[in-house]
Structures are given as C-alpha cells and as structure tokens.
C-alpha cells in the first residue's frame, strides 16, 4: 500500500469548515483513498472513500486532485463532535485476499475549538 | 449493517493473570479479524491477523504464546493475554472486513486494559 503524508495536528473553529490534506505521491492507478478517524478512546470509524471523482456523503467530501496524488477531507461545518484523529490510508479496494488488513499512519489529530 | 462488538470496553487486571477479550461480528460472517493495539497518542499497530479455523498470523515482535488468538467460528475472535504485565497495558481493538458495504473494513469501540 502507498505511503501518506499528513500534518500531526490542526485546529479548526466550530462551524467552520475543516480541510484536512493528505499527500500520496506514490499511489498506484488501482488504488483507493479512504479516510478514517477515531475519535478518543473509541475504535476508528470510516469516514469516506474515492478513486479519482471528488466524494461527498453526509459526513464529508473527498476531493482528490487530478493526479491523485494529493487529497482533502473536507468537513463543512465542524463540531466540537469532530475533534479526533483523521487517517488517510491508500490501499486496493476489494481486494480478496484475507491477509490484507488497514495499515495506520500517525494520522491528524484535529482539534475543533469553540 | 457490518457491526463488530468488542468486550469488555475496559478491564483492570492483577500482574501474572489472563484477560480475554471478545470480537463479535454481529451481522455478518468474518473470516478474517484483525487485531491491533494502540499506546497511548500512538497509531494502531496490527498485532495479528485471526483466520477461521485455523492459526492466527502474527506480526515481528508479537509474542504468539502470549497473545493468544481464538477463532473458533465465523462471528467470534477472542483475544488472550496470557501472564499480564503492566506493559501490556494498552488499548486493543478489532476489526473486520465489512461485505457489501464498499468501505472495506469496520471497527470494534477497543478494550482498554490495564494490568496493576
């Protein structure tokens, strides 16, 4: 799977919009971009997943550039709710084999502030 | 759908004793579970992967003797940590390929032991 790049933290204001970037210079053509985040002390929850098209879901929306290799999670109007740790993770999507499981990064812990 | 529950969500336990930690998949069949562990302000680190019916794989430098992985049936891993000592305390948690759902994999809410 690809190597991300993320920033280890960022702040937000509540209600503003949170732009989250992740760097993948080194992503294959069959690979996808999936974005989870774990809020303290809780397992990781998906968040939203793309290959080349922007992504929007009532989460978040995924804008993925030209090239693939840089995207943005981008959470519209952030809550205090949405402080946590945000992972950027590259893998093949459907892919069969059961040895293949999520491989973690550091991650971006976004700090919402009111 | 595709919901994974883990219990218990914390336990205390004494140095030299054996905790148990359980991995549900509640609507759907998992083959395959992960389990990872996480240290404090850390990311994950995959400790094995849990296969049905046969042998767990275990990553470099995770002891297989004392961290011993069960999965008997196709809804249900188990997670033992054999001989506890306090730097096994950690937060551990599974997770699961999720059918059907086009996200790849789903999550347990993580155990967090602490051995005294």
């Known amino acids: 799977d690809a190597k991300t790049t993320q920033p280890t933290s960022m702040d937000c204001a509540e209600g503003r919009a949170a732009n989250l970037p992740c760097n993948h210079s080194?992503?294959?053509?069959?690979?996808?971009v999936y974005w989870y985040r774990q809020i303290h002390s809780q397992g990781p929850q998906y968040i939203i997943h793309g290959l080349k098209n922007n992504e929007t879901n009532e989460m978040a929306s995924l804008i993925i550039t030209e090239d693939r290799k840089s995207s943005t999670l981008i959470l519209p109007h952030a809550t205090l709710r949405d402080t946590a740790v945000y992972y950027c993770?590259?893998?093949?999507?459907?892919?069969?084999?059961?040895?293949?499981?999520?491989?973690f990064g550091g991650g971006t812990r976004l700090m919402v502030k009111p | 759908g595709a919901v994974v529950s883990q219990h218990p969500s914390r336990v205390i336990c004494k140095s030299g004793t054996s905790v148990k930690i359980e991995c549900r998949s509640l609507?759907?069949?998992?083959?395959?579970m992960f389990w990872y562990r996480q240290f404090p302000k850390q990311s994950l680190m995959l400790m094995a992967t849990?296969?049905?019916?046969?042998?767990?794989?275990?990553e470099q430098g995770v002891e297989k003797d004392k961290f011993l992985i069960n999965h008997a049936s196709l809804t249900l891993s188990t997670l033992t940590v054999t001989s506890a000592h306090p730097e096994d305390s950690s937060f551990y948690i599974c997770?699961?390929?999720?059918?059907?759902?086009?996200?790849?994999?789903?999550f347990g809410s993580g155990t967090r032991l602490t051995v005294v």
């Open positions: 997770s699961a390929r999720a059918p059907n759902t086009g996200y790849g994999y789903t």
């Open positions: 080194t992503i294959s053509g069959n690979e996808y």
């Open positions: 849990s296969n049905e019916g046969s042998k767990a794989t275990y």
């Open positions: 609507d759907f069949q998992a083959t395959t």
């Open positions: 993770i590259v893998r093949v999507r459907g892919n069969n084999n059961a040895g293949n499981m999520l491989t």
